[in-house]
C-alpha cells in the first residue's frame, strides 16, 4: 500500500534509502493549514506537542485556503505495526496557548525498514515512525507529532 498521503507531499527528499521528508501541501496549492487531533496536548517542552491519548491519536489538517481536510496521520491505520484500538472520536482544536497561532506549515518525517521504503515504486505506507514538526521562517522547530 502506498503512503496513504503521497498525494499531499511536496519536495520529497529521501535519505540513505531509509527516511524520507516532505512539506505537507494541499492538491490545491497551499501549504498553511489549521490542526485537529484525537490526542492530548502537551506544553511542548519536553515532549511533542500532541501525544495519544488512549493509545490512540488522529491528527487531521484543515486547508486553510480551501478547506480540504486531511487526515496526516491516524495511528490505528498507518504504519507497519497499526494499532487497533477503540478510538476517541473528540477532535480538538491545535492552538499554541502563549501565541494562539493556529495556522501552520509543516514537515513531515517517515523512517522505514530498507524494504520497507517502497511499495510497486512508490513510498509505502508501512514506516515505522511519523514526525511531523512546524516550519517557521523556513526552518523546523517544534515537533506536532513524534509517533
Ligand atoms: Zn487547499
Known amino acids: 500500500m502506498k503512503l496513504r498521503i503521497?498525494?499531499?507531499l511536496n519536495n520529497i527528499q529521501e535519505h540513505n534509502g531509509v527516511s524520507i521528508s516532505a512539506d505537507l501541501f494541499c492538491t490545491c496549492g497551499n501549504n498553511k493549514f489549521v490542526f485537529s487531533h484525537t490526542g492530548k496536548q502537551t506544553k511542548g517542552i519536553l515532549a511533542p506537542y500532541?501525544?495519544?491519548k488512549n493509545k490512540q491519536l488522529i491528527l487531521q489538517?484543515?486547508?486553510t485556503c480551501c478547506e480540504k481536510n486531511i487526515?496526516?496521520?491516524n495511528s490505528t491505520i498507518d504504519g507497519s505495526k497499526p494499532k487497533t484500538i477503540e478510538?476517541?472520536?473528540d477532535f480538538l482544536p491545535f492552538i499554541i496557548p502563549k501565541t494562539s497561532a493556529d495556522?501552520?506549515?509543516v514537515i513531515i518525517k517517515y523512517n522505514y525498514w530498507p524494504e520497507n521504503l517502497k511499495s510497486n515504486g512508490?513510498?509505502?505506507n508501512y514506516f515505522e515512525d511519523c514526525f511531523i514538526y512546524i516550519v517557521e521562517?523556513?526552518?523546523e522547530t517544534k515537533a506536532l507529532i513524534e509517533e
Open 87 to 89: 478510538q476517541s472520536i
Open 137 to 139: 521562517n523556513g526552518k
Open 50 to 52: 500532541i501525544i495519544k
Open 6 to 8: 503521497l498525494e499531499f
Open 122 to 124: 512508490l513510498y509505502s
Open 103 to 105: 495556522k501552520f506549515k
Open 71 to 73: 487526515e496526516v496521520y
Open 61 to 63: 489538517a484543515k486547508c
